[in-house]
């Protein structure tokens, strides 16, 4: 199974809203991502968790809030997002590796497109 | 983080080889050079990395300069089903998690 799976596919939610962001893989994998994709835009690094644990923020408001419960699942809690924040938000995962052991490809979800009205 | 340039679009016949450049003269010793491309609609795929050596699978060929500063990605024979942006990235191998992406090359595959 080389399936990274998101829920859902499609959000829309209000200004006032919360709403989360689910991601899933059965690989093994250690290393989890979020990126957030404008249209026509590359897709942007938010955050990175290895072994549970957040290791990269690239300084993404508060009202983005990361959560990985275990190792196969990351979460994304949205809480008063803005219009602005609409756009499509991928899931990634890959093996972790050791200083210098490294030669891992990444796998990323179809993503989740959020509407903020 | 080490940067790539890349064209922003391209168009190739179908059945014909494509050769999509990719420049990054500030690679250091312990980057890797990856290829992922995205399809209408889809997150980002796999296609292909290496790091000094010309690379092949059964997606695509990678070729890289003896100086590292550049790489090209070539589809043997383009089908419609290669319509996508493909992006090159640098992943550093001496230990953070980073892939971050460039602007990408949207490839045109004319039937």
């Known amino acids: 199974d080389t399936e990274v799976t998101q829920t859902p596919k499609h959000l829309v939610m209000g200004m006032t809203n919360k709403k989360s962001l689910k991601c899933e893989q059965h690989m093994g994998h250690r290393a989890m991502y979020w990126y957030k994709q404008k249209a026509k835009k590359p897709p942007e690094l938010m955050f990175v968790?290895?072994?549970?644990?957040?290791?990269i923020n690239e300084s993404v408001p508060s009202r983005f809030s990361p959560e990985c419960p275990n190792s196969s699942l990351l979460n994304l809690h949205l809480h008063a997002l803005q219009p602005e924040d609409s756009a499509l938000y991928l899931c990634?995962?890959?093996?972790?590796?050791?200083?210098?052991?490294?030669?891992?490809?990444?796998?990323f979800g179809q993503g989740t497109r959020l509407t903020v009205v | 983080d080490a940067k790539t340039t890349q064209p922003n679009s391209m168009e190739s016949n179908e059945e014909e080889p494509v050769h999509l450049p990719c420049n990054h003269s500030?690679?250091?010793?312990?980057?890797?050079i990856h290829w992922y491309r995205q399809l209408p609609s889809q997150g980002p795929e796999y296609v292909i990395h290496?790091?000094?050596s010309n690379v092949n699978n059964r997606m695509a060929s990678l070729a890289i300069a003896e100086d590292r500063k550049s790489s090209t990605l070539i589809l043997h024979r383009a089908t419609l089903r290669d319509a996508a942006v493909y992006y090159c990235?640098?992943?550093?191998?001496?230990?953070?998690?980073?892939?971050?992406f460039g602007t990408g090359t949207r490839l045109k595959v004319l039937a």
């Open positions: 500030t690679i250091s010793g312990t980057d890797y």
């Open positions: 990634a995962s890959s093996q972790d590796f050791s200083r210098g052991v490294m030669n891992t490809e990444a796998f």
């Open positions: 290496g790091l000094t």
């Open positions: 990235i640098l992943r550093d191998a001496s230990g953070t998690y980073k892939y971050i």
């Open positions: 968790y290895s072994y549970e644990k957040l290791s």
